[in-house]
């Protein structure tokens, strides 16, 4: 197979990109550190929404419910037996967790595996249910889970919350799982189930009628959406390393959708960078919230003023850039090109398929 | 022995029966017309043939095998293909991949071979878009391959609609109107169309109309359908003769 | 469990549920008419709470003032939303409303950090609310009865609004079909704006009642009567006034009622209205007095 500019450009910048991140990982602080591995964990809710909504047409919005999945097992998995014996102090943990401890890599692996049998088996009834109807159940599913882990006190602490999971999570870890997400569902979009999804998206009862077995096709989105929404999950709880229920209340699944529609429904590089805007922009924007001095002037902090200009942002995109950041186009090399040279197309809402690298 | 056979096929909808005691049969490589006055029910019978509806009453079989209220995609499978009275293109793929579609059904490979590209699964996309296209050029369609199917005239997109279905290899196609919104000209040369795609794939065709003089010319066998009732069946000039027909859908439809 | 504690539960069971039915039309009325999951409607309920509890706390108002200038307040926000951040939508895929909704509903949670401030507010219900009633042997104190007689005022003005008046008949007619309706000669920008008025006022009632109910507010305080209430619309057939209501009080009942019999079960209580809603979707899709529609192929 010949290898083309493309590729090469390609393969360069991952290059590149691998030497910043080990440059990164050993001058930055751990506070940008966390901001960066913050904007790779984002990158992946958003791209799995995009492969479940964008490109499937399925309205679900258990995000928050598999990565709960995801964390908690990357975080029972990975504690050391002493931290688990100090967390559960009100009630023991179930002997079979105890002293359990596995690598980061199975850890993460498992938790993936684990959120996407979760997301199967609630695909498995929500298959029946089209549009809001499935926003809804599937909503129900995600809160579900999160009461599940209130109550289960000897697996999940309660509402106590797991506290001193090692952090793990470094550059290289969460980058490389947003690489692979990209190449997985990147290549798969365009195989021939990927136009299947897109198939059912534009019209279910045409694709049926065509041969394609709705059920099979949406319950593998479910399970590779929530197969990476479960490792952003793992990566999640080893980097913020304590978490509790009240991390996956519902409102992560409105940030994630919100961020997906801001990149572009159907673009997953446009996801990656809203992921990284979003990210951010709110650390950016944190010092508006504590007390701050501009010569004389001595202007209190005001907390939540962050998350009230972004939903200003998030309204003014959605109002005023509607197709958000790409659309569905996809970055690619030769849009890049052309774009320096000035040739920018007089449509910018032309799909890009058949003409990426 | 018949391709595929309707007995005593009934729908209600509710209070309404829509089809009432429909029975036929279609042999293999035959041609035939369902023709009847708006509402008279010709789609729901169309509907049940390819499972989005299930039949209250009836029996229906394909190719000696009861087909009756199984799935739409495995009907496909067996060998029924359809398009819609209302154009139903994917509008996020382009003219090639929606016929490509078509064979997905036909596809070996799994989704995690399809993803890493393994060798068996580039074979097979390759075949698929080579038979896409192939079918695209037998439609004189080939130049159109990259666009999107709404960038299509209407005609062409009947057509495409006809490739799509064409390529999941079937056995019967069943054309919902495909006439409909034609120019006389235009209906004219799609039913050349057909017969040529009658006389090139090995199948049969089962053919909704509402006009029945685009249907006259080219269908030995018509069946005229009124209010979910088989009211007539013949050659053009038996139905043209018959009574019933000409009081309950000539004299209503636009015939001239 | 004694009769009287029954009494007393399910008085409690229907004050909650007249709460969420409030709420539940405002979310119907909008769904039924656009399509749209309001995901914003709860936080009208918390607006409408706060603008009765600073009405009251800060200018000094009477209740019998306070309360009605609170609701039509918020009705007003309700419009300036639909005005602001739906109408420009409304020819756009259902994702980009739906996600405007979210937006609204971020905006006006963290609004109301900024400028209410994140800590709970005691609400003062007013004197006459805090009576003892006895009924039997149980008791009940007196703003639950209030409740649920102010809910059924309110029922009765809006099925009135909606049967009888010219007006009702226009939004009947939008749910039905929004573009015939338009060619009608109906302008039907003003009857969405006539909707979002009126499902912004009872969701402000709620938002009150709800304050007098569990008198603790806070910015975040109307997400879950939101949330509830939506199932509660969805349990009674989306788009269906008389379902959102019969869906309300069968919630509210239910919720209680589950603790009530079941006190084990009492950390599960929010997951209650999750499981009835996935089991009604999954026998009932369309809820308990939705229409089912064929889709046409």
Redesign the interface.
């Given at each position: 197979m010949k290898i083309s500019r493309n590729t090469l450009l390609t393969l360069g910048a991952l290059i590149i990109f691998a030497g910043f991140l080990y440059v990164a990982q050993n001058m930055f602080n751990t506070y940008i550190l966390r901001i960066i591995n913050l904007c790779a964990i984002y990158s992946i809710f958003a791209i799995t929404f995009n492969l479940i909504?964008g490109y499937t047409g399925q309205?679900s919005l258990g995000h928050a419910g598999f990565a709960a999945v995801g964390a908690y097992v990357a975080a029972l998995l990975t504690m050391s037996a002493q931290q688990k014996e100090a967390n559960f102090f009100l009630t023991p943990i179930v002997p079979a967790l105890a002293t359990m401890q596995w690598p980061f890599l199975f850890a993460i692996i498992a938790a993936g595996l684990l959120a996407a049998l979760v997301g199967s088996l609630i695909a498995w009834?929500a298959l029946?249910?089209r549009?809001?109807?499935l926003?809804?159940?599937t909503?129900?599913?995600s809160?579900?889970i999160r009461?599940?882990l209130?109550?289960m006190q000897p697996v999940t602490n309660g509402a106590l919350g797991l506290k001193g999971i090692p952090p793990y999570t470094n550059l290289f870890w969460s980058w490389g799982c947003v690489v692979i997400t990209l190449f997985v569902i990147k290549r798969l979009t365009n195989t021939s189930y990927g136009r299947a999804l897109r198939a059912i998206r534009d019209d279910e009862?045409a694709a049926e009628a065509l041969g394609v077995q709705l059920a099979r096709h949406k319950l593998m989105a479910f399970a590779v959406s929530a197969f990476f929404v479960g490792v952003a999950g793992a990566l999640m709880a080893n980097l913020i390393s304590t978490i509790d229920p009240k991390v996956f209340l519902?409102f992560l699944t409105?940030q994630i959708?919100?961020i997906t529609?801001m990149g572009g429904?159907g673009s997953l590089t446009g996801s990656t960078i809203a992921a990284c805007l979003y990210t951010i922009f709110l650390e950016v924007l944190r010092p508006i919230e504590s007390p701050f001095t501009i010569g004389n002037l001595h202007v209190p902090g005001?907390?939540?003023?962050r998350?009230?200009l972004?939903?200003?942002l998030?309204?003014i995109v959605?109002?005023f850039y509607?197709h958000g950041l790409m659309g569905t186009r996809e970055f690619s090399w030769d849009r890049l090109f052309e774009f320096f040279r000035g040739k920018k197309k007089a449509s910018p809402l032309t799909n890009s398929e058949g003409e990426q690298e | 022995m018949s391709l595929l056979k309707l007995e005593e096929v009934t729908k209600k909808?509710g209070g309404l029966t829509a089809v009432k005691n429909f029975s036929t049969e279609l042999a293999p490589r035959e041609l035939c017309a369902l023709i009847g006055p708006n509402g008279s029910g010709k789609?729901t019978i169309f509907?049940m043939i390819t499972g989005?509806y299930v039949p209250t009453q009836g029996k229906i079989s394909f190719n000696g095998k009861e087909i009756t209220a199984k799935r739409p995609d495995i009907i496909t499978g067996y060998g029924i293909a359809r398009t819609?009275q209302n154009i139903r293109l994917f509008q996020g793929l382009n003219v090639v991949e929606n016929v490509m579609l078509g064979q997905h059904l036909h596809l070996h490979s799994n989704p995690v071979e399809a993803t890493l590209n393994l060798p068996g699964y580039v074979r097979e996309e390759k075949r698929m878009r080579l038979e896409g296209m192939r079918l695209l050029e037998s439609l004189g369609m080939a130049q159109l391959a990259h666009d999107e199917p709404s960038a299509l005239p209407y005609g062409q997109q009947r057509k495409l609609e006809i490739a799509r279905a064409l390529a999941t290899q079937p056995r019967l196609l069943l054309l919902d109107e495909p006439a409909a919104g034609m120019s006389p000209a235009d209906s004219e040369e799609l039913m050349i169309f057909i017969r040529h795609i009658l006389q090139t794939f090995d199948l049969s065709i089962f053919l909704i109309e509402h006009q029945m003089r685009v249907v006259m010319g080219i269908c030995p066998r018509i069946i005229v359908i009124d209010q979910g009732e088989q009211i007539a069946e013949g050659t053009p000039e038996e139905i043209q003769n018959n009574n019933r027909v000409i009081e309950a859908y000539l004299g209503v439809a636009d015939y001239a | 469990m004694t009769f009287d504690q029954f009494i007393q539960n399910l008085a409690n069971g229907i004050s909650l549920g007249s709460l969420y039915a409030l709420i539940a039309i405002g979310y119907t009325m909008v769904?039924g008419i656009l399509?749209l999951?309001n995901?914003a409607h709860g936080d009208i309920v918390m607006l409408g709470a706060y603008v009765a509890f600073y009405g009251v706390v800060m200018f000094m108002l009477p209740w019998w003032v306070a309360f009605p200038l609170a609701i039509i307040l918020t009705a007003g926000i309700g419009v300036i939303i639909e005005r602001a951040?739906y109408r420009?939508?409304r020819s756009?895929?259902?994702?980009?409303l739906?996600?405007?909704a979210?937006?609204?509903?971020?905006?006006l949670?963290?609004?109301g950090?900024?400028i209410f401030g994140?800590r709970p507010k005691a609400f003062e219900r007013p004197a006459f609310m805090d009576i003892a009633l006895q009924i039997g042997e149980a008791s009940v104190l007196s703003y639950t009865p209030i409740i649920i007689v102010t809910a059924a005022i309110l029922f009765a003005i809006l099925i009135y609004i909606v049967n009888r008046t010219k007006v009702g008949m226009a939004m009947r007619a939008l749910s039905k079909d929004i573009e015939t309706t338009g060619l009608m000669g109906i302008n039907t920008d003003r009857i969405i704006m006539f909707s979002f008025m009126l499902g912004s006022a009872l969701a402000a009632a709620g938002g009150i009642l709800w304050a007098i109910k569990f008198p603790q507010i806070n910015p975040l305080m109307g997400v879950m009567p939101g949330?509830k209430a939506?199932?509660a619309a969805?349990l009674g057939g989306?788009g269906n006034i008389t379902g959102a209501m019969l869906g309300g009080f069968l919630l509210g009942v239910v919720e209680i009622m589950i603790v009530a019999f079941f006190p084990d079960l009492s950390?599960?209580r929010?997951?209650f209205?999750?499981?009835i809603?996935?089991l009604l979707?999954?026998f009932r899709?369309t809820g308990i007095m939705g229409e089912v529609q064929?889709?046409k192929?």
């Open positions: 909504y309205f009834p029946r249910l549009g809001d109807y926003a809804i159940a909503l129900g599913f809160e579900i009461v599940l209130v109550n009862v519902f409105y959708v919100g529609v429904m005001v907390p939540g003023m998350m009230v972004f939903s200003i998030l309204l959605i109002l509607r | 909808f789609t509907n989005i819609f | 769904y399509r999951i995901f951040a420009p939508l756009f895929p259902r994702i980009n739906f996600t405007s979210v937006a609204v509903s971020f905006l949670e963290n609004l950090n900024v994140g949330l939506f199932i969805v989306i950390g599960y929010d997951a209205a999750y499981v809603l996935i979707l999954l899709p064929a889709e192929v």
